[in-house]
């Protein structure tokens, strides 16, 4: 007989956005978080776009690989920042956010690359992912802690067990089919493509069998 071998725990696929599609990621219920940190694989074109948009927009991040430098926008109030060789490379994105400690950072592969002054909690109700973006999103994981950089590099590269202290909700985007982006945390937050689980036609990204270096 034949069989099968299955790599265990690699990621197998990503979102393709087309720069009018996006998805929707829901976090159950308006969170207030004094603390927070987002996460993504990213692998922009040349033109960018808008990675992420959390809550009504009071935190955004943008990679503009033409101009080499991504942009973190907070409350209105956007930083720019150097950031090379985005266009068709995998890239591992994080925000790390803490109105305690006064300052929110942006990582790019682990290396903080820029931060700016927050002072409030951080209000969302979900994440919106791909507005705007021409290229593939994956491993999308948004946590109620502010990580540390060690503990940013020690989980880039590794898929989650989804039971990390923690962890709010786990998005891998990897299904391949569908409309749904299933929540591997521990509360069940999954997202849809579009902003339903109704196709939605030029709304909806592309499922890609192109994923990150994870394992």
Known sequence: HTETTITVG???GSLLFNGSSFATLPLGSSQSLAACTFEAWVRPDT??????????GVLTVDVRP???????????????VAATNLSGTWRHLAVVYDSANGVAVLYLN???????????????DKLTIGIGLRGNIAEVRFW???RTNPALLSTRDQRLSGNETGLLAYWPCDE?????????GRYGHD?????????????????????????
């Open 144 to 146: 109620s802690v502010a």
């Open 10 to 12: 690699s990621s197998s």
């Open 110 to 124: 682990g290396a903080a690359i820029g931060s700016t002054t927050v002072k409030d909690p951080l209000s969302a």
């Open 66 to 80: 033409s101009a080499n430098s991504a942009r973190l926008t907070i409350s209105g109030v956007a930083t720019d």
């Open 191 to 215: 997202g849809t493509l579009g902003s339903s689980t109704a196709a939605e036609g030029s709304a909806d990204p592309a499922w890609s069998f192109d994923g990150p270096p994870i394992q």
């Open 176 to 184: 391949g089919s569908g409309q749904t982006l299933r929540d591997h």
């Open 47 to 56: 033109e960018g776009g808008t990675v992420v948009s959390i809550g009504s």
